[in-house]
């Protein structure tokens, strides 16, 4: 079986407070952490547990910031020692202990990292970039596209390995220039992929068949974005619900849901990179001719 899996626990707590977050700030208590650890414990072990002969990735998308928390890491950690997980990630700000990973397996950990100049500094997020590029784990780094951040985007592409991918996470609401769209993608040759909306209602998606998202308790929805849920993953028969199914959301415009869609073809963009939002060198030199991107139907604009 080959599977992608996004996992999100109960976890609502972050250590930053931006501005645009709903969890800004937010502290779990005793309980909730509790509940969140022994969560998190079930589905390492449920992963454990499949035949060392599938293929499962692990992309953990938390509310908050999961990696100031010890069992995340050690979690990690875990499932990079794993014959059937071919890929584990986990969305971070990179401001947690990194001394984890020369444990952890490079091969099969990678982390999507967002740089928040707001919430650090330039020389600290840099440092643990260094550490990661010298336990060779693969990672991506992203900023939010506000205005205010362009010069702080710029100075962490120039700072980082030309290798590295930086990306840009469109602020839709913004209404980009002409000349705003092209600065931005003078950063992440990909930005117009992230700057739009893209038309899904009714089109073929991989999520639900190829890739699921499950929370806490074991339960499945085809994306984060579809609240139906379609099976629970520690029952005995849950892959029967893994089944091919059109989109029922009118546009898609977020990365961890756009990239599932057929149409798109983006596996050909990020390849084995997909979880940990890492294109291929073909892709990140921007020499990679972007699927063509359809404008949205009468349908999809009503």
Not at 91 to 118: F, G, I, K, M
Not at 204 to 227: L, P, Q, W, Y
Request: hydrophobic fraction near 40%; include cysteine; charged fraction near 25%.
């Amino acid at each position: 079986m080959k599977l992608d899996i996004l996992y999100r626990g109960p976890l609502a707590s972050c250590n930053y407070g931006c501005e645009y977050c709903p969890f800004a700030k937010r502290k779990d208590d005793r309980e909730a952490l509790t509940r969140d650890e022994a969560q998190w414990k079930r589905f390492l072990a449920w992963v454990g547990a499949q035949p060392a002969s599938d293929q499962l990735g692990v992309l953990v998308t938390p509310w908050g910031e999961a990696l100031i928390r010890r069992w995340y890491r050690e979690g990690l950690t875990e499932l990079s020692e794993l014959p059937q997980v071919t890929r584990c990630a986990i969305q971070t700000n990179l401001s947690a202990p990194l001394e984890w990973v020369a444990d952890a397996n490079p091969d099969r950990l990678a982390l999507w990292c967002t740089y928040h100049p707001e919430w650090t500094t330039e020389a600290k997020f840099l440092a643990q970039c260094r550490i990661l590029d010298q336990h060779g784990i693969a990672y991506s780094v992203g900023i939010v596209g506000q205005r205010e951040h362009e010069a702080a985007a710029r100075a962490i592409r120039a700072a980082l390995p030309a290798n590295t991918y930086v990306w840009i996470n469109a602020v839709k609401a913004l209404g980009y220039a002409p000349d705003e769209i092209e600065l931005w993608r003078s950063i992440d040759p990909l930005f117009e992929l992230n700057n739009q909306r893209h038309p899904s209602l009714g089109k073929a998606c991989g999520a639900g068949e190829r890739a699921i998202t499950v929370d806490g308790d074991g339960a499945m929805r085809r994306c984060h974005f579809i609240s139906d849920v379609i099976g629970n993953l520690y029952d005995a028969n849950w892959q029967r619900a893994l089944a091919p199914r059109p989109c029922s959301q009118i546009d898609c415009h977020c990365h961890i849901g756009y990239v599932h869609l057929d149409y798109l073809e983006l596996g050909k963009v990020f390849a084995t990179g997909l979880l940990e939002r890492v294109p291929t060198p073909e892709a990140r030199a921007g020499g990679l001719r972007l699927p063509v991107l359809s404008e949205p139907s009468s349908q999809a604009r009503r």
